[in-house]
């Protein structure tokens, strides 16, 4: 076995979004899809009874469903043929009903003959969420996947100072260990807000993703990905990169002043810091 030097890794994210429904996952996924897609197409395979044509009034997705039955070699064929049609990137939306729905794993499990742990598990259940998981890990293109999770209840106070009940996520709905396998893996609130539970050492000091924060977090992982630095997406990332006082920071704000763009600013102010690098 022969040990490489490693410089500037790169690979294609891998993220799973959790939450319970109406939390807005195949509208998260989507954005973060076409964000990682940039200028290719990306595609969209709906699980969820077709509901997912109604986001084509906001988003240009190439798409393909699956209805009635949905054992997990559709999904490794659905990876297969987005890599093949060069998709820039796949939103799989969900995972859940490749593990608990019609012709999923445990269907396929309990439908098996003679004993359900050597015959069920051992020869159908596990080498069919082994290839599943394995088509998720190898493949060569960003893939986005949302997971349902148990709905609970717990008790809060509103606005108006009164205990209403609020709905939140609780077990994912997939096979125990599925969620090691992802780079990023997010839960998401009902008021659309990500708390990220896992992600590589990209150096961010807030695991929360606003509502509307998405495809600045997906071009944080792309910039990352690339060149080992998050590129400001905001004037206020280039106040918190160059600080509150210094002269980086008031060259920031005549750019600011002058009508530069956030990715023109921070190009010019990158240069600056170059030329008076020791």
């Not at 998709?87 to 309990?110: E, I, K, R």
């Amino acid at each position: 076995m022969d040990f490489i030097d490693v410089k500037l890794p790169s690979k294609p994210a891998k993220i799973e979004l959790r939450g319970p429904t109406g939390a807005g996952k195949t509208f998260i996924g989507l954005t973060l899809a076409q964000t990682f897609a940039g200028d290719k197409p990306y595609a969209f395979l709906d699980s969820e009874s077709g509901r997912g044509m109604l986001f084509a009034r906001m988003f240009n997705f190439k798409y393909a469903s699956l209805s009635g039955s949905y054992p997990p070699q559709k999904y490794v064929e659905a990876i297969n043929s987005a890599v093949k049609a060069g998709m820039g990137a796949l939103l799989l939306d969900s995972l859940t009903q490749a593990w608990n729905g019609v012709g999923g794993v445990l269907d396929q499990v309990n439908a098996s003959s003679g004993n359900k742990f050597t015959d069920g598990w051992g020869k159908i259940g596990t080498p069919l969420q082994n290839q599943f998981t394995n088509a998720i890990i190898s493949a060569p293109i960003p893939l986005v996947c949302t997971v349902r999770t148990k709905m609970g209840y717990e008790i809060t106070t509103n606005e108006s100072g009164k205990k209403v009940p609020l709905q939140i996520g609780l077990q994912p709905e997939q096979r125990d260990g599925l969620s090691y396998e992802f780079d990023y893996i997010i839960d998401i609130s009902m008021d659309h807000v990500g708390t990220i539970t896992k992600m590589p050492p990209m150096g961010l000091m807030d695991n929360q993703i606003p509502a509307d924060g998405y495809v600045d977090f997906a071009q944080k992982i792309i910039d990352w990905m690339a060149t080992g630095e998050m590129q400001p997406q905001t004037w206020a990332d280039i106040k918190a990169k160059t600080g509150v006082e210094g002269h980086l920071y008031e060259y920031a704000r005549q750019l600011n002043k002058d009508g530069k763009t956030v990715k023109e600013a921070w190009a010019l102010i990158t240069a600056e810091m170059a030329e008076v690098a020791p």
